[in-house]
């Protein structure tokens, strides 16, 4: 069963303008949701994470909010630019030294 | 960056044949991992190592031995690979605990004829 779901397989959006990122997850057992980043033929790097008792966590232009009541985290852009066209992978930490992946969104930042 | 080695980086085998993935750290870390990334299926996790000779599965280990010796090194075998282990491998490490952030090495591709 997928206990961390990305249901967006690609999203495209105009440079300069917010990117959203979704992630669903059906086990509230977790300690901390992280997102990565992934360009081709690298390995994926880590961007911003978010932990259980918290709503809302902020590094510069990315942002992740998490809503409990509904299962669901997002990851905003702002603004987007060409080099954030990648892969993101959103991952749960459930507290036992692994981290559970979605699926992966790829992002298109048009020019 | 995590001094993180997979070697190697690319590989073309044909079905049967034993294949043997090394990842190599140098940063000392507890917990080593391998796992596999697939179209529509995002990274799934193979094996991880939580010490020295202590190694457990993951939810895609059919078909994977793994061995660690040593704290540097993890090995990911595939006795007799099929044309279904064709995939991208990371091998990731971490200190452990915190927010359980992993580093991830740039992957081997393998392919199975």
């Known amino acids: 069963d997928q206990q961390v779901k990305q249901n967006s397989p690609s999203l495209s959006v105009q440079e300069g303008r917010i990117s959203i990122l979704n992630c669903d997850y059906t086990?509230?057992?977790?300690?901390?949701f992280l997102w990565y980043k992934k360009y081709p033929a690298e390995g994926p790097t880590f961007l911003i994470s978010?932990?259980?008792?918290?709503d809302k966590n902020e590094d510069g232009r990315f942002t992740v909010f998490l809503n409990k009541s509904a299962k669901h985290l997002s990851l905003h852009i702002v603004p987007s630019q060409p080099g954030d066209s990648a892969v993101y992978f959103c991952?749960?930490?459930?507290?036992?030294?692994?981290?559970?992946f979605g699926t992966g969104t790829r992002l298109t930042i048009i020019p | 960056d995590a001094g993180i080695t997979q070697s190697p980086r690319h590989k073309v085998t044909e079905t049967g044949t034993p294949v043997t993935l090394r990842c190599h750290q140098t940063?000392?870390?507890?917990?080593m991992y391998w796992y596999r990334q697939d179209p529509g299926h995002g990274l799934r996790l193979i094996h991880y190592?939580?010490?020295?000779?202590?190694?457990d599965k993951g939810e895609v280990s059919d078909g994977y031995s793994v061995s660690r010796s040593k704290t540097e090194d993890f090995l990911l075998t595939l006795e007799s690979a099929t044309s279904s282990q064709t995939s991208v491998y990371f091998c990731?490490?971490?200190?452990?605990?915190?927010?359980?952030?992993?580093?991830f090495g740039e992957g081997s591709r393998l392919t199975v004829l």
């Open positions: 991952a749960a930490n459930f507290g036992n030294e692994k981290l559970t």
């Open positions: 190592s939580y010490g020295v000779k202590d190694t």
């Open positions: 940063e000392n870390h507890r917990y």
């Open positions: 978010i932990s259980s008792i918290k």
């Open positions: 086990n509230s057992m977790f300690d901390y």
């Open positions: 990731a490490i971490s200190p452990g605990g915190n927010t359980g952030e992993l580093f």
